[in-house]
């Protein structure tokens, strides 16, 4: 079994395998990564660092693409306003 | 800032194969990838280690190439971003981590660019649903940890990837319910006949069916409209033009075949061949010291990717390039054919509904598009293609609907946040909004001059 780790998304903390993406957290969490301009709720669609959707704050910082990071313990994310 | 021989953009296939065979004679290589491993996009491996670390049949090949690359003395620099770059030598990137940004400058003799090929996005109604992704997107997703065993899922759109990604997804315990192909029969069959004489290409792809035995393959079928309830993605509805009808799914991964990332090459003045950067034998561009090599030059696979990376990292290092040449072309000619055979039809025009969004970054209605020109018109008055991903999504997208080509790109490639540049970069704690308004601010400058 591949060694786990604890990050938190929208103040939840969650359990994911060592090496997963911040982006394949927030899906396995069920959270979105970002609301558009209008307001809908996003999720990532490319996968590889093109369209953006991913994007969401990690750690404090906003528009992180979250499919370009790898989780670390603790790690604090959130869906971007 | 930092001085090669040789640089190298993309750490895909092309990249890999063109970095070790220059650092293999004797150039001083640095490759830039902006994804967190080097690998690119059909080579991606699982970030999650797991028990059974070669499960898929293209990781033994993968690996092969990368140590290679190690031992070539190549250096490999993942999660740079390159947003800037000068025919006269220099570029700049953008390195992202956990605390902040920090650009980076590189001054090269050389330049090879591997930049690949991201999907095409066509929308349809529901299309900016969570748990709609692309097919590779789902794929790249998987790879990252995303798990979907027991989910139920609709592989659709277009392509050689689609069968590949539906294959993948069945190794990774989904129930892939059926895979859809906008292409007809009448495309397809001549592309079939003509993979006789590639047995190696025909095996790979007799591979993938015999894991989707359990999938319906429908060929010359679409999607016309996803649909949510309030506990996610419930359905997607499909059409062969005639008939219409409800697959059940929890995920939809749709992709409409590749367009090649040649954003750097339109940033450098290189040439181009219709969509593609034009190259001659040795992968050298119309901009001198400027190679090119795989997916941006033709979408044609990993196979010429290979072989172009190669040929354009020997012509860097000045060897002769003369015994691949038949090699490129054979492949090149399969790239032709994918062409053909993966054609977009018609009908999809005719998929989005006025008020189905186009750009997924500025919620712009395709009604809105209706009555503009150009893009220039369109970006001035709706802001379409102006967001991050600066038109990525839907620049191809807008061309098929309304036929406007794409107009000059401009720098930076990617949002940089100011204080990137500072000399404190990486501790500077970054403010709410500066970044994305910030881009879109000056692109919208520049527009209007």
Redo the contacts between chains.
């Keep these: 079994?591949?060694?786990h780790l604890s990050v938190t998304i929208n103040d939840v903390p969650v359990c994911?395998?060592?090496?997963?993406?911040v982006?394949?957290?927030m899906?396995?969490a069920?959270q979105?990564s970002r609301f558009?301009?209008?307001g809908?709720?996003?999720?990532?669609?490319?996968?590889?660092?093109?369209?953006?959707?991913c994007?969401a704050m990690?750690?404090?910082?906003?528009?992180?693409?979250t499919?370009?990071?790898?989780c670390?313990p603790d790690?604090t994310v959130a869906t971007n306003p | 800032m930092r001085r090669t021989d040789v640089l190298v953009i993309g750490a895909g296939p092309a990249g890999i194969t063109a970095a070790t065979a220059a650092a293999e004679h004797g150039r001083k290589v640095i490759v830039l990838d902006d994804n967190p491993a080097a690998g690119g996009q059909i080579w991606r491996g699982d970030t999650v280690e797991t028990k059974d670390s070669s499960k898929h049949a293209e990781d033994a090949p993968r690996r092969k190439a990368l140590e290679r690359l190690r031992l070539s003395g190549a250096e490999v620099l993942p999660g740079r971003s390159v947003f800037s770059v000068d025919a006269s030598g220099s570029l700049q990137a953008i390195r992202e981590n956990t605390s902040g940004s920090q650009v980076e400058e590189f001054l090269f003799e050389k330049l090879i660019l591997a930049t690949g090929a991201r999907e095409r996005f066509l929308p349809f109604p529901g299309w900016t649903l969570p748990g709609v992704f692309g097919a590779g997107g789902l794929q790249a997703l998987v790879r990252g940890g995303y798990r979907i065993a027991g989910k139920r899922v609709v592989v659709a759109g277009t392509g050689p990837l689609l069968l590949a990604v539906a294959a993948h997804l069945v190794e990774d315990g989904a129930y892939v319910s059926a895979v859809v192909e906008q292409a007809s029969l009448a495309q397809l069959a001549p592309f079939a006949v003509s993979m006789w004489s590639n047995p190696g290409k025909l095996l790979q792809g007799a591979g993938y069916r015999a894991k989707l035995w359990k999938s319906a393959y429908r060929i010359g079928c679409w999607v016309v409209e996803a649909s949510a309830s309030p506990d996610g993605l419930r359905s997607v509805k499909l059409t062969d033009g005639t008939s219409t009808w409800t697959e059940h799914c929890d995920l939809l991964a749709c992709g409409y075949h590749l367009v090649p990332n040649t954003e750097i090459a339109s940033l450098l003045g290189c040439a181009f061949r219709g969509p593609f950067v034009q190259v001659d034998s040795d992968q050298r561009t119309s901009v001198p010291n400027v190679f090119c090599a795989g997916e941006p030059t033709g979408i044609a696979g990993l196979e010429a990717a290979l072989v172009q990376g190669e040929i354009a990292g020997l012509a860097c290092a000045g060897r002769d390039v003369a015994s691949l040449q038949k090699r490129a072309a054979a492949e090149r000619s399969f790239g032709e054919r994918l062409e053909k055979a993966f054609a977009l039809r018609e009908e999809l025009r005719a998929v989005p509904r006025e008020d189905t969004l186009v750009c997924r970054c500025e919620d712009v209605r395709l009604g809105s598009l209706r009555g503009h020109t150009s893009w220039t018109d369109a970006k001035l008055q709706t802001r379409c293609g102006m967001g991050p991903c600066q038109g990525r999504i839907c620049g191809p997208a807008v061309e098929h609907l309304l036929g406007w080509k794409p107009i000059s790109v401009r720098q930076p490639l990617f949002p940089v946040p100011l204080q990137a540049f500072g000399s404190d970069a990486g501790q500077t704690e970054i403010t709410e909004s500066t970044e994305i308004t910030e881009i879109t601010e000056r692109t919208e400058l520049q527009e209007k001059r």
Excluded: K
């Design positions: 079994m591949p060694e994911v395998a060592r090496g997963t993406t982006a394949a957290a899906l396995l069920e979105p558009s301009v209008g809908e709720p996003r999720s990532a669609l490319c996968g590889m660092g093109i369209c953006f959707e994007r990690v750690n404090g910082v906003p528009h992180r693409r499919c370009q990071i790898v670390e790690m």
